[in-house]
């Protein structure tokens, strides 16, 4: 029993104090809450040399394979990178307070629908370090406070940022449990945040599938967040050749880890003879493997072939899936049985063509004309972002400071009563 | 196993249904689900003897107190409120494809968010037949599918409603699964709708507190709900007398059975003297009792006492309790502490702390001078409401077809690839 409930109790202590954090947040201003990510940027910088060493530790016990080291690692770039992330959240206009509607009842009464914070946010992410710093930017600079709970082997590491984010909190006189990592490196602490309702106002799970699906899978709590970014590009009988082959190239290699990174290429059976050898041959160049279906082989003989499931497979590796499809409604079916409501292209000159792919898309990002690698909270403009969700509530697509808001509704009367 | 297992296999077949119908209605125009609406209102009219027949059936069966009789009874003028509520609902604005945001990128690419349907909505709710009828003409203007599952007692006159509702849709050729009532009255079919993640989208329970607290505690989907309404009015020092009697007198006793009646009256010390007799004789003379705090007993000896529990009693019922509070922080904090961050009110004339009061309330409805019971989507002017949302994800106060919808982005470039 002991086992079981102490991370309960950590978690309900640290819930606490970030409910109490939040509710100071809720009435700062957002000079004050500037005025904290620059200092915490600053912090990150005096403090670099004590987050090297902790993260020299962290990696000094650290078995894993050279990708998970590399992700692991910081070094004085990847600091700055992080005080430059708080600097360039601390530029974005303000989420809060925005009058998001506006409008007068007959019998006067007049409604605002107002920007908010959501309150308390808990983040679990995997072994980034920096995936907390940014976190916890976007946090405070909507006025929520955050619970970090980050990969155990980078436990130093998130200890060592955090002790420089509170360094900068306390300097402006903000609340230091605005930002906390987790207490415990104990795997059971993420179930007690799932199992945090009324403790966690949302939870926001970054990493790879597993984690995600475990986390929408246990949670109790809501949870913004994407399983995978099985994402499609679409050649339209109309797509401009050369454009084609530049935006294939591009959403398939240019980071082929990433969830926004091209998996599947639809290709319009009027165009593929034509097409589909160059494609091949430009992807080949840099080192990209295929599954293609049949009529896809019938034209490039030397692809293998797709199963199935290649189809349902998200590859984050140099892998690009082909399929030849019969026009805009055989692109969308193929989507809609095969995608993840990620992020899905279409690349035509057809206006027509285009604006119907769009309209039809249930994806949280639809694009025409352009690299399905541009989903990202920096592409989109939102500064930063503390991840992308795929559900159908609260938000879709990149999750930027806006989308770490709600609302409430503001109603100014002049005595009224309802009849 | 079977009887574990047939309710969730119903839930699947009713659910796939439900999403090809969905994936249907989120390319129709908004003619044609406004079409389906007015279909659907001339159905229930002319099956009007049928759907009695059934409710009668429903009566002779229940055996429940004549407050839960009430609920469940039709009559014309009720099957005539369905229908014309059905008809409010086609008159509101398309919620589909509202342009929520818009820019363009330095690099070009033009961003929009576009109001979309969330998908397939599953409604739990308990013996008031109409709230299917309700919730049904809600989901159809925003696009989105509905399975309801109303209270056993209930099951032939949900069955009848829906049968009119199915003639309305087939008579426009809108799918028939739009609409759906569980096919079965097993308990166990609200366990495989709160179970079905990747089935429904989202989960509106609408009922007593018991239910929702079941759906929050079990459901894998989202939830929008209240679970309680522990609403406040609080009387501030610079209060108008008359209008503080007249709002209290109506948010505590139009209604007392709605949530968003008032629960608690906070009174400031300096007015409670000279106020709180008149308040108390006003309600008195309507049969309300009271459990008011020491400081309001000095100023009327015979109220009852108030235990700590009763200012976390949602009440609805005649029954007030009443607490003396110095000044609008303390007022503020009595709300945090107790509240449910429904809906709670300020009466001053002091504009400076009404807005002190608003912005540092943390409900989803804040009011000013006005009675609490305006927590409602049609005086919000929503036309209707399935419901109110005291979560902080999504969606707060009245849901209404606006708050039924969820938003894609659709990105338009001419080639652009990310570097």
Redesign the interface.
Known sequence: MHVETEPTEQLQRAAHAARAAS?VL??TDTGHRNGGLAAMAAALRAQAPQILAANAADLGDCTGPAAFRDRLTLNEARIEAMAKGLEDVAALPDPLGRVLAD?T?PNG?R?QRIA?P??VIGMIYESRPNVGADAAGLCLKSGNAVILRGGAESTRSAHAINAALVTGLRSVDLPEASVQVAPTADRSFVGAMLAG?GLL??IVPRGGKSLVERV??EA?V?VLAHAEGLCHTYIHAAA?PD?AR??V???KM?RTGICGATETLLIDRTVAPSLLPAIVADLRALGCDFRADAAARDIVPDLLAASDADFDTEWLDAILSVAVVDGVDAALAHI?RHGSEHTDAIVTEDAVA?EYF??????????????T??C?GG???FGAEIGIAT????A??PVGVEQLT?????????????P
């Open positions: 509710q809720a009435r409008w009842r009464l409604i908010a959501i309150g309702a106002d949302l929408r899978r109790r809501p401009n454009m530049r935006i190239l591009n959403a240019r809609t285009a769009l309209t039809n898309l249930d994806s949280a990002v639809g694009l025409w004309n352009a690299s690698q541009f990202d592409e989109f403009g559900g159908r509530i609260h879709r697509g709600t609302y409430r509704y503001v109603v100014r009367g002049t005595g009224q009563v309802r």
